[in-house]
């Protein structure tokens, strides 16, 4: 097998191969090796390696699960394996090594994925593309001057540039989602709680974040989310199991649903026409496809809400610095963290706990008006970013001036469809639907009810077929000569 025969296969493609054993784990590990070697230097997503893994690979002790053998990659943020280092794109945490491993990444290990690095994350994972002091700049394999999207992008370009299938991620705001719509690859936030974030926290970010993984098909998507869900004794919440297995949601008819979209912001933001053209055409797809399609959006004060986000996000930065500069002997300073970071940082510090149970009144507010909006919508349509992937400038967590608020608004601006979601905990899925004529990716975004992935599930494998994108390739991949 070669680099080319390798990147066409999915995750579940790959782990059949080796179960009819016509290549071995070793083998693949070898080539994603290869891969990395191929397109790092020009991408930067990967900062570390595991090449002392491969020699000791043994398929016979490698455990029996849905992804034997196939070659994996964690994000650098909080996703602790033991020994291991985590340092979140922060100089503030450089060095610092796991003692224990996250239970998501003992599951990960249990449906057979092999781990060989760490993908890299913007400083604590706040910023709308992938780029820090500690780790560089991540480049987009579709255009390297374009952003990869955050904080997710150095595991969403792994994926798109054929390294790995499936890279781990996490979403706090659209951190899946975002790298995904600019990578051309597949995202979901999954329901809040789904995935069990023990040992280390019950719902990170007052419920907003959530970790999981990128993946370039459906079906992995399903399959990956089928291997981890599930919670652990001292989870806070318990979400209802799905009533059957997500992966065989992948094909099933989806029902006439009632889809609503939109091609206008929450926030009245302006929407790149490229996207909205976009937008008109998946709900054309969706029409033809016999589902209920009309125009129609929830309705909330952006203001609040972004001041609330502003609030929960400093407050939740803030608190993360100080504990990391406990457990380093570190203080947080403009010596270790970069300058957006620091100002959200000093604004978080200054929050009240009045402040903090004010921005949860608010998002309280956004998640009943959200649940009222799906008594009559099962899908929500919309673009998942406002933007074309812009220039690496725009978003350098190290510009002077650029204080908490305005840090907020800019990153929520671009992503204005994402992080309500992450509020009302409902999930979402972006899918590399359309690309323009310069081969920039246009990622779609939809969201169900709470609890509601297989819906998402039955959608998303219909218009996998209806639109495929899984033989699109970046200029940068590991099958390019």
Not at 35 to 42: D, E, L, Q
Not at 194 to 206: N, Y
């Amino acid at each position: 097998m070669n680099l080319a025969e390798y990147a066409r296969h999915d995750g579940i493609g790959l782990a059949e191969l080796v179960r009819k054993k016509e290549v071995t784990p070793r083998e693949l590990c070898e080539l994603a090796l290869a891969g990395i070697a191929k397109v790092n230097p020009r991408l930067n997503c990967v900062i570390q390696t595991f090449p002392e893994r491969v020699a000791a690979l043994d398929y016979v002790r490698l455990p029996d699960g849905p992804f034997r053998g196939v070659p994996f990659l964690i994000k650098d943020l909080f996703m602790y394996e033991k020994g291991v280092l985590s340092e979140g794109g922060s100089q503030l945490m450089q060095g610092m090594v796991a003692d224990h491993d996250s239970e998501l990444m003992t599951r990960f290990r249990r449906a057979g994925f092999v781990n060989l690095g760490r993908t890299t994350s913007p400083e604590m994972g706040y910023s709308s593309t992938t780029s820090s002091r500690l780790g560089g700049l991540t480049r987009n394999p579709w255009d390297p001057e374009r952003i990869s999207g955050g904080s997710s992008g150095g595991s969403a370009v792994a994926v798109a540039a054929g390294i790995v299938p499936i890279a781990h991620g996490s979403d706090g705001g659209g951190s899946i989602r975002s790298p995904s719509c600019f990578n051309g690859t597949v995202g979901l936030k999954p329901t809040r709680n789904r995935i069990s974030e023990a040992p280390d926290g019950g719902e990170p970010l007052m419920g907003m974040a959530v970790n999981f993984a990128i993946t370039r098909t459906v079906r992995d998507c399903a399959a990956t989310l089928e291997a981890v869900a599930g919670p652990v004794p001292g989870d806070p919440n318990i979400v209802p199991p799905p009533a059957r297995a997500f992966l065989s949601e992948v094909g099933a008819a989806p029902g006439r649903l009632r889809v609503a979209y939109t091609t206008k912001t929450f926030s009245g933001v302006p929407i790149a026409t490229e996207i909205i053209a976009a937008v008109e055409r998946t709900a054309d797809v969706l029409r033809r496809l016999g589902h209920d399609v009309r125009e129609a959006m929830p309705t909330f004060d952006w203001p609040d809400f972004n001041v609330a986000n502003n609030v929960i996000w400093t407050t939740n930065v803030a608190h993360s610095c100080d504990a990391l500069g406990r457990r380093l002997g570190r203080t947080p300073s403009l010596e270790n963290l970069q300058r957006t970071t620091w100002a959200c940082y000093e604004f978080g510090k200054r929050c009240t706990a009045t402040q903090l149970l004010g921005a949860l009144d608010v998002f309280n507010t956004v998640t009943r008006r959200f649940g009222a909006f799906f008594e009559d919508h099962d899908v929500f349509l919309a673009p998942t970013c406002t933007k074309l992937a812009e220039p690496h400038a725009v978003y350098d967590a190290d510009q002077a001036g650029m204080d908490a608020m305005a840090w907020t608004e800019l990153l929520f601006a671009l992503e204005v469809f994402l992080v309500p979601f992450n509020v009302t905990g409902q999930p979402g899925i972006s899918l590399p639907l359309h690309q323009t004529d310069q081969g920039a990716q246009i990622g779609m975004h939809f969201a169900a009810r709470f609890g509601d992935e297989a819906t998402l599930f039955r959608l998303a494998g219909v218009l996998e077929k209806e639109l495929p994108w899984r033989d699109r390739r970046p200029p940068i991949h590991v099958a390019a000569r």
